[in-house]
């Protein structure tokens, strides 16, 4: 029986059951066979890793999960052959052409109309490419969920181009940068991930650039270069506004810049204060909570403190409740 002949109704069905290497095989049997894949394709989640080679994964991926391919197929997309390694949840495209691979990238996003994406880009990663890929994605709108860009070289004259494409990530960014000192990157717009986590941090951004984001940790370098009033003017901005920012932590910093950074914050409003909690109440009511120590401090509003209470206490009781199966066991 030709599987593909069968009604529109009854493929979809049939390829909600199929495993993603053989949706991808089938969709490279003719150009009816393309089209049925793109036609039938139900939301699915894409882990695209740009790493010495090129890693593409059906479902989610942590930025240490790597897989080796287990066999290898000669294969030919877009009038170009190449080889195609095979591992249980994906693939990977090794030693092939900047061409070549935006060809299998191109393949996949044509197939897979409505896919979300995570993304990881790595120190051997080809800029290049990771700036096409990245303009591929969100020309066609397709969200990209989770990004990990891990960048400590100097090298790449593309950084800025890159990160304009990473304003659209929607969950969370974790970043490990060290750009040159003299590098400073002014967005068009502020990043829009709930969550941002900034490490081994230069001066190349404002943190005004990640008032959007509901959470943002920042690992501050010894040699930050921000003053006194810069803290005191992005305070003020964020209090002051009705941005979605609720959490932010700010760690590994040297203690004088601790020190300063909670004297602008005193400046704030008026404040209870123990050991390490300081609870601050503006004059136009918000309230906030910053827990400091020698080398961190955590600034929650009201609302993001009280949730992080109810989920410790949750952790709390799930804990009692599982201590209490396994002593009645």
């Known amino acids: 029986m030709d599987l593909l002949r069968l009604p529109l109704v009854v493929l979809i069905e049939v390829f909600k059951n199929m495993e993603f290497h053989e949706k991808f095989l089938i969709s490279l049997l003719s150009k009816r066979a393309k089209n049925i894949v793109r036609v039938t394709s139900t939301t699915s989640h894409l882990s695209v890793l740009f790493d010495f080679d090129l890693h593409i994964r059906w479902g989610h991926y942590s930025y240490d999960d790597v897989e080796e391919a287990t066999d290898e197929w000669n294969f030919c997309i877009g009038g170009e052959m190449m080889r195609i390694g095979y591992y249980e949840n994906g693939l990977t495209i090794e030693d092939h052409s900047f061409r070549q691979k935006l060809l299998l990238i191109g393949h996949l996003l044509d197939i897979f109309p409505k896919a979300t994406f995570t993304v990881g880009f790595y120190e051997s990663s080809e800029h290049k490419l990771m700036l096409e890929f990245m303009k591929m994605i969100n020309q066609r709108r397709l969200p990209i969920k ?5 960048l400590t070289s100097n090298s790449s004259e593309l950084r800025s181009e890159i990160l304009d494409e990473c304003l659209e990530v929607t969950d969370y960014i974790m970043m490990h940068t060290a750009f040159p000192d003299d590098f400073v990157y002014t967005p068009s ?3 829009k991930a709930e969550k941002m986590r900034i490490l081994r941090q230069t001066p190349w951004f404002d943190l005004e650039s990640f008032i959007n984001c509901r959470s943002v940790s920042v690992q501050l370098s010894e040699h930050s270069q921000w003053t006194s009033q810069y803290w005191n003017s ?3 901005n964020w209090m002051d506004s009705d941005a979605p920012l609720q959490r932010l932590m700010l760690h590994s910093m040297i203690e004088s810049e601790n020190r300063s950074i909670l004297d602008e914050m005193r400046k704030q409003g008026s404040h209870n204060k123990t050991d390490v909690l300081m609870e601050m109440k503006r004059g136009n009511g918000s309230e906030f909570f910053i827990y400091h120590r020698p080398h961190f401090i955590d600034i929650y509003t009201k609302q993001a403190y009280l949730e992080n209470l ?3 206490e949750q952790r709390e009781r799930n804990k009692k409740r599982m ?6 066991q």
Do not use: A, C, G, Q
């Open 323 to 328: 201590d209490d199966i396994r002593n009645n």
């Open 310 to 312: 109810e989920e410790i």
């Open 146 to 150: 989770t990004l990990y860009f891990m």
């Open 234 to 236: 992005f305070f003020t």
């Open 189 to 191: 717009r502020p990043f």
